[in-house]
Nanobody, 119 residues
Framework: VQLQASGGGLVQAGGSLALFCAASGSIFSINAMGWYRQAPGKQRDLVAR???????NYADSVKGRFTISRDNAKNTMYLQMNSLKPEDTAVYYC??????????????WGQGTLVTVSS
């Protein structure tokens, strides 16, 4: 599975950005997809996740501001980010999950895309 992320950039606080992730390769058994982010000196954390059926979950810090969606027919995933804050500044990573046996999941990662929010 290959994941290609795009859409990052520089935006002022209060602004909006959209991130895109395109999946290719052996995608037939991909279940959930999601976005993670990693700020300098911090661990990589889940931002938002969406299952193949469309169920979503969000980090508390982005609830009400970010919206994750996916188009299974086009093998793409999106993250609409509104009301951005300086603390949203991070490298954002596209992620896909493939079941690998009972209780196990294989994670695939795209290259990061930098989001910088200026105050």
């Amino acid at each position: 599975v290959q994941l290609q992320a795009s859409g990052g950039g520089l935006v002022q606080a209060g602004g909006s950005l959209a991130l895109f992730c395109a999946a290719s390769g052996s995608i037939f058994s991909i279940n959930a997809m999601g976005w993670y982010r990693q700020a300098p000196g911090k661990q990589r954390d889940l931002v938002a996740r969406i299952t193949q059926g469309g169920s979503t979950n969000y980090a508390d810090s982005v609830k009400g501001r970010f919206t994750i969606s996916r188009d299974n027919a086009k093998n793409t995933m999106y993250l609409q980010m509104n009301s951005l804050k300086p603390e949203d500044t991070a490298v954002y990573y596209c992620n896909a999950e493939r079941p690998a046996g009972v209780g196990f999941v294989t994670h695939y990662w795209g290259q990061g895309t930098l989001v910088t929010v200026s105050s």
